[in-house]
């Protein structure tokens, strides 16, 4: 069973994915390393596949793993959600356009697309904080956690019509939220 990491021959055990890949965090948990992706013969294997094979012997298969620096991935994956953010903003501003238009279909074309980054963006922000082994709940803003402000968040929306004819929300300067991080409290400036 031929295993690389990063393109490195290694020598594992073999057995059942499940026992060889953890195997190989191990060895990468010195270097403060984690692994991204899992090839197996040249396939990508990712979310419930790799689930369902943990336990599949490997005996013959060629075993490739992909590691990167846990803060680094978070840093790189939070930039590109900003750059998401900045595309939901101009998707929620051409709905609103496209309502005062009457164009029904393209307003909620549009929406649909802005909340499937907010949603993308809620999923990016929970496992960034994972891995970098963060507590969100411990994160409080207006005296709520994480799970509070994002649970239910599409049933307390107005109907995305009604939202995109409202335009995209600015707020003035100087208002404040307040962040309770591990016992200590922020005040942190709210801008456009």
Known sequence: MPVHIDD??????????????????????????????????????????LVDRQNEAIDDATLNLLTANPRELVIDTLGETHRMLEAAGEQQAEAADALQRDDEATALERIGEAMTIWQQTERAVSESAMIMEISLD??????????????????????????????????????????????DQYAVAEGD
């Open 8 to 49: 490195m021959p290694v020598d594992l055990d073999s057995g059942p994915l499940g026992e060889v890949l953890l195997a190989a965090q191990k060895r990468m948990e010195p270097q403060g390393r984690i692994i991204v992706e899992v090839l197996l013969d040249g396939r990508t294997i990712v979310g419930d596949e």
């Open 138 to 183: 411990s994160l409080r803003v207006d005296d709520m956690t994480f799970s509070e402000l994002t649970a239910g968040r599409a049933d307390q929306q107005p109907d995305p019509p009604a939202r995109a004819a409202q335009g995209p929300r600015h707020r003035g300067g100087g208002g404040h939220a307040s962040i309770r991080v591990a016992g």
